[in-house]
């Protein structure tokens, strides 16, 4: 078996500070919770950023500051979002792509999320993934749907994305595929043999699911984009203690933790 790859997300677009006072906001705070997650065991950052007042934004000056700090720091793989904000347009979210980094989010498809809808049309997905192989960005397919997964092997039998793929199965998302261990058995069947997958379990669904990847050969990601939560009722006190979780649990099974030249093997990433 594979050694497990640890995702970090950090901060994303919906969590405020009222809601989790150690939310990273500012660059240097990403930065510096980039470093502590590194130091737990994570080999990839997955990085929204926030503007002076904390809201979302895709802005090409933000990403690039916040990737340069972190790379100051640390060999982490960072990977921003492409998604940004469900009010973000096609061109904002992209905007983060033009820094080349050594991987980058590709969203599959449309779907509610909470109260909203996340759009991601044929022509998004063609012109993210487009702009991802040009640049050499590894894509990480981002699958709410079991749908996602067809949509993402149309992209590769039209050239526009590269076997094998890299997908992570977002389950709990609130409009969305629910967070069962039924639903994540059914989206691995779902995907070619040759594929890695990520499973990011949202709020409650993060470290059963979490556990479930790692005997299954998968890879997990965890942070407060996805859980604020340590137990119920209980705020994690940062991002890296929910890393420390999985590599514990890892430990206990196991399960060796992939540092991020040994994920880049894995992906097939040449930095």
């Known amino acids: 078996m594979q ?5 970090a997300a950090l901060t994303g677009a919906e969590v405020t500070k009222e809601q989790q006072p150690n939310l990273p906001a500012t660059p240097d705070e990403i930065a510096e919770a980039a470093y502590e997650c590194y130091k737990a065991g994570a080999s990839i950052v997955h990085v929204h950023a926030r503007d002076d007042d904390g809201n979302p934004t895709q802005a090409y000056e933000v990403y690039k500051e916040i990737k340069e700090k972190i790379e100051a720091k640390c ?16 061109d ?7 820094l080349a ?16 809808v996340f759009m991601n049309s044929q022509e998004y997905m063609e012109k993210f ?7 050499g960005v590894k894509p990480e397919i981002e699958v709410f749907e079991r749908g996602m997964i067809n949509n993402a092997l149309r992209l ?4 526009f994305i590269d076997f094998p793929l890299h997908f992570d199965f977002v389950l709990g998302v609130p409009g969305a595929c629910p967070g069962t261990p039924e639903d994540l058995m059914h989206m691995v069947r779902s995907i070619p043999e040759e594929s890695t997958w990520t499973v990011a379990g949202i709020g409650r669904s993060e470290t059963p699911l979490a556990a479930m990847a790692i005997v299954l050969g998968g890879n997990v990601r965890v942070g407060f984009e996805d859980n604020i939560y340590y137990s119920k009722g209980v705020l994690a006190k940062s991002n890296a203690e929910l890393v420390e979780r999985v590599v514990r649990i ?16 894995i992906l097939g990433i040449k930095k």
Do not use: Y
Request: proline share 7%; charged share 30%; with cysteine.
């Open 3 to 7: 050694k497990l790859i640890i995702t």
């Open 75 to 90: 060999n982490i793989i960072v990977q921003p979002s492409t998604g940004g904000a469900v009010w973000h347009s096609a």
């Open 92 to 98: 904002e979210r992209l905007q983060p792509v033009e």
């Open 101 to 116: 980094p050594e991987m980058a989010t590709l969203s599959c498809g449309t779907c509610n999320f909470g109260p909203d």
């Open 129 to 135: 993934a487009k702009r991802m192989k040009e640049l």
């Open 156 to 159: 590769a039998k039209k050239g």
């Open 250 to 265: 890892a430990k206990e099974m196991g399960r060796e933790v992939a540092t991020p030249d040994e994920a880049r093997e």
